[in-house]
């Protein structure tokens, strides 16, 4: 081996020992994690770290990376104590670097499935601490500014899994306002998620199925209303459009429905919003069937916009001729056919 060859293990290990343990040590905390430009040079050659925050950079993550995939072949199938904590440790860094790494989710699924198999009080105590604890850890990756990391399909998938485990064996057994709580972090953690990475259609995805899976109307409400907030900070998202879609036709009663849409719409008329995302959102909800007699009022409220902006933006004007264009075509309504004609 060359001395530069050398170099580079050590700093290999070094890069694992020292990331490894900063991610073990703070294993019940939801850290911010960001890649460092190369321009900034951490003192110790390794990474920066204040508190929960830690910046590292690329090259040391990906050094870090390729000691812990080491460590993890040499350890995961062995079942002894020791083997399998050496395992966790690896995945850890292996998951912050490789979301998408199927072994290293599915070794941490089938650590949680062994502890929750041991039903002796102090083995299920140790289960319902590490539920939370992956919790913190899908976040720690999910919700730091990492570009990549934040839409992987893989630790989505693994934390709508994770959390079928965690419900049956927490949710059912507290008071509904924990309950609640618990809803408004996983969706507060969705929303962030959605900011971290535009368009992130696996984080809006989960909410489809965290929202199947809530209790009572109240809920879906809360639901559809945080969406729609977090929609129209963001008008050009389509993924958070999309779910907004699918989270209104649930929302009970129809005055209630018809409110939140005809806010919406409120809002982007007095913005001009030009962004397309919205402006699909509105043709398809103001033609869809979900809010009944109550398309005709928005759609005359298009109309009469539409004669105040012709002489504005013309990507605005197209947009709304656009949208009114397309309600009359797939709008199966007698009153937009008759709107059209006066």
């Not at 990756?141 to 994770?162: D, M």
Request: charged share 25%; net charge neutral.
């Amino acid at each position: 081996m060359s001395q530069k060859e050398n170099a580079t293990a050590k700093l290999q290990v070094r890069a694992y020992e020292a990331l490894g343990g900063y991610l073990e040590d703070n294993h019940k905390k939801i850290l911010e994690i960001e890649i460092l430009p190369p321009a900034i040079k951490p003192p110790n050659g390794l990474f920066l770290q204040d508190g929960p925050n830690l910046g590292v950079p690329k090259k040391i993550l990906a050094l870090a990376f390729v000691e812990a995939r080491k460590v993890f072949m040499e350890n995961f199938e062995n079942e002894d104590r020791k083997s399998q904590a050496t395992a966790l440790k690896a995945t850890r860094v292996l998951l912050l670097f490789e979301t998408d790494h199927l072994t290293a989710a599915n070794f941490r699924k089938r650590r949680l499935l062994a502890l929750k198999t041991d039903t002796t009080p102090a083995a299920q105590l140790a289960y319902r601490k590490a539920l939370q604890y992956e919790f913190c850890f899908l976040d720690s990756i999910l919700t730091s500014p990492l570009h990549r990391q934040s839409k992987s399909p893989t630790l989505w998938h693994h934390r709508s899994w994770l959390f079928d485990l965690f419900r049956p064996s927490i949710l059912e057994l507290v008071p509904e306002n924990i309950r609640a709580d618990f809803w408004r972090t996983e969706l507060k953690s969705i929303c962030k998620s959605g900011e971290r990475h535009p368009h992130n259609y696996y984080a809006w995805q989960y909410v489809r199925r965290l929202e199947e899976r809530v209790d009572g109307m109240e809920a879906t409400i809360e639901f559809t209303e945080t969406v729609k907030t977090w929609c129209c900070k963001h008008p050009g998202d389509t993924s958070g459009w999309s779910c907004l879609l699918y989270l209104l036709p649930k929302v009970e009663p129809l005055a209630k429905r018809t409110t939140m849409v005809r806010e919406i719409l409120s809002y982007a008329l007095r913005l001009q919003f030009e962004h397309e995302s919205l402006w699909v959102f509105i043709r398809t909800i103001v033609a869809h069937e979900t809010l009944q007699e109550n398309r005709a009022e928005l759609f005359t409220s298009l109309m009469e916009y539409e004669k105040e902006i012709k002489d504005g933006s013309p990507v605005l004007v197209e947009r709304v001729q656009r949208t009114l264009d397309w309600i009359r075509q797939h709008g199966d309504m007698d009153h937009v056919r008759n709107a059209s004609v006066t």
